[in-house]
T-cell receptor, first 116, second 111 residues
Framework: GAVVSQHPSRVICKSGTSVKIECRSL??????MFWYRQFPKQSLMLMAT?????????EQGVEKDKFLINHASLTLSTLTVTSAHPEDSSFYIC????????????FGPGTRLTVL | KNQVEQSPQSLIILEGKNCTLQ??????????LRWYKQDTGRGPVSLTI?????NTKSNGRYTATLDADTKQSSLHITASQLSDSASYIC??????????FGTGTSLTVIP
């Protein structure tokens, strides 16, 4: 099946710093990637939809200036959490969408962000 | 309104027993339905995908069913193992390329 990687898997940073998370589709091209956030024992919450070569579409309540998304190629999307605060600590998961009849999403392994 | 509801919210079973998880949806027009398994601290991994014309599909000890008329799907796990402990998420896609997530069922298998 399709493989999606994320880097880093874990990151700890100080409050006020910025953190970049990478999401790569390893064996397919993804025109669309999604970014989710998941708090403990809760469901995935869609943050934004990232389309290659265009601006990301953010869900209501998600600050686009705080969560910068770049989808510069068909295999790479990045999420930058700017001026991170402890409340941004969460599990961030990306997914890449395949095309075709069985259009679906393949998820990355997630990135655990802890802001001190 | 497009919704996906899963039940039960959580489930505890003994190792070796079978269990069935439910997914009811109101997403329309329907394209496909996928079951994912998410281990704690990991990303979801696809188990099965069901299209409109498919009623049953198996993947090892996992068997998914789909009734497109009643808009219900189930995931049956046979002879459960400790490693089956995870959250199981039902995701329905419509023909407009929108994905709708259920809130998941947390399964715990105990020895």
């Amino acid at each position: 099946g399709a493989v999606v990687s994320q880097h880093p898997s874990r990151v700890i940073c100080k409050s006020g710093t910025s953190v970049k998370i990478e999401c790569r589709s390893l064996d397919f091209q993804a025109t669309t990637m999604f970014w989710y956030r998941q708090f403990p024992k809760q469901s995935l919450m869609l943050m934004a939809t990232s389309n290659e070569g265009s601006k990301a579409t953010y869900e209501q309540g998600v600050e686009k200036d705080k969560f910068l998304i770049n989808h510069a190629s068909l295999t790479l999307s990045t999420l930058t959490v700017t001026s991170a605060h402890p409340e941004d600590s969460s599990f961030y998961i990306c997914s890449a969408r395949t095309s075709g009849r069985l259009d679906t999403q393949y998820f990355g392994p997630g990135t655990r962000l802890t802001v001190l | 309104k497009n919704q996906v509801e899963q039940s039960p919210q959580s489930l505890i079973i003994l190792e070796g027993k079978n269990c069935t998880l439910q997914c009811n949806y109101t997403v329309s027009p329907f394209s496909n339905l996928r079951w994912y398994k998410q281990d704690t601290g990991r990303g979801p991994v696809s188990l099965t995908i069901m299209t409109f014309s498919e009623n049953t599909k198996s993947n090892g000890r996992y068997t998914a069913t789909l009734d497109a008329d009643t808009k219900q799907s189930s995931l049956h796990i046979t002879a459960s193992q400790l490693s089956d402990s995870a959250s199981y998420i039902c995701v329905v896609r419509n023909t407009g390329n929108q994905f709708y997530f259920g809130t998941g069922t947390s399964l715990t298998v105990i020895p």
